[in-house]
């Protein structure tokens, strides 16, 4: 068994990233280089083998490269993305994810952003939120169901993602935040500390998570911890999760 992290590069364009619930402050393109690299470490550190899809330097979110797919076992469902700006990267990500998976693809009127997909098992949760709508949700059902997957959708409030307010942290645990996200109670929940609202987003691999040094309350009640400082990509509004897509291969 062998995992594939895909990454994209920072792209010098960043600034001009879309944002919706941060307000705008100048990233430094060097700091977020370092991190990013940083973060390949960490998944290198922890088995996964790095593959970079190719710069986009002109898309300016490109980086959180979460977004442009949804991964399962059997299959790749490339999304349409929910920013216009952003629709322009999931071509290449879906030449790289050809090599390793059947494809699927989200069609117009849908949209979906991998960050608003939540995979536990066979059940797939997905944010209906400003970048994901119920086509959006329907059209991944379609896509998934023939594999056994049941897409169950919900409404996300106040964050970008579903995956900013919930994300798999063990095999029946999940890290949240109720304010922004009902449900998961057939989960164990652990629940962000009240002043880090944006704590909620962690990346599991295999028993360890990458999690950023800025929650350090939250980041107490988390074991397996592998920190990284995610400050200058979370000026942009991406967290842990969204600047890889880890798949498996056997
Ligand atoms: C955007 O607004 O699309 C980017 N600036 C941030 C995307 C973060 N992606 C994610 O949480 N999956």
Same mark, same amino acid.
């Given at each position: 068994m062998l995992r594939i992290a895909l990454t994209r590069p920072v792209p010098s364009s960043i600034n001009q990233c879309e944002l919706t619930h941060v307000a705008r402050t100048p990233i430094d393109l060097d700091a977020a280089r370092e991190q990013h690299a940083e973060y390949e470490r960490a998944l290198d550190a922890?088995?996964?083998?790095?593959?970079?899809? /190719?710069?986009?330097? !002109?898309?300016?979110?490109?980086?959180?490269i979460e977004d442009n797919a949804v991964v399962v076992d059997e299959v790749a469902v490339i999304t349409r993305p929910g920013a216009e700006s952003r629709r322009g990267e999931t071509a290449a990500v879906a030449d790289v994810l050809r090599r390793y998976r059947l494809l699927r693809f989200i069609?117009? /009127?849908?949209?979906?952003?991998?960050g608003d997909v939540l995979v536990i098992g066979k059940r797939v949760f997905v944010g209906i939120s400003q970048r994901t709508n119920i086509d959006g949700a329907n059209q991944l059902r379609r896509h998934l169901a023939p594999f056994g997957y049941t897409v169950e959708a919900l409404p996300v409030h106040g964050a970008l993602h579903l995956k900013s307010a919930v994300t798999q942290i063990g095999d029946n645990t999940v890290l949240i935040n109720r304010?922004?996200?009902?449900?998961?109670?057939?989960?164990?929940?652990?629940?962000? !500390? /009240?002043?880090? /609202?944006?704590?909620?987003?962690?990346?599991?691999?295999g028993d360890a998570l990458i999690y950023p040094t800025m929650f350090p309350r939250t980041r107490a009640k988390l074991r397996n911890v592998r920190a990284?400082?995610?400050?200058?990509?979370?000026?942009a509004e991406g967290g842990v999760t969204c600047c890889s897509i880890v798949l498996v291969v056997n």
């Open positions: 922890l088995g996964c083998r790095v593959e970079r899809v /190719p710069l986009a330097d !002109d898309m300016p979110d490109s980086v959180f069609e117009a /009127p849908a949209t979906i952003d991998g304010q922004w996200i009902n449900g998961f109670d057939d989960y164990q929940r652990v629940d962000v !500390d /009240p002043s880090e /609202p944006f704590a909620a987003n962690a990346l599991r691999i990284v400082d995610a400050s200058e990509l979370a000026k």
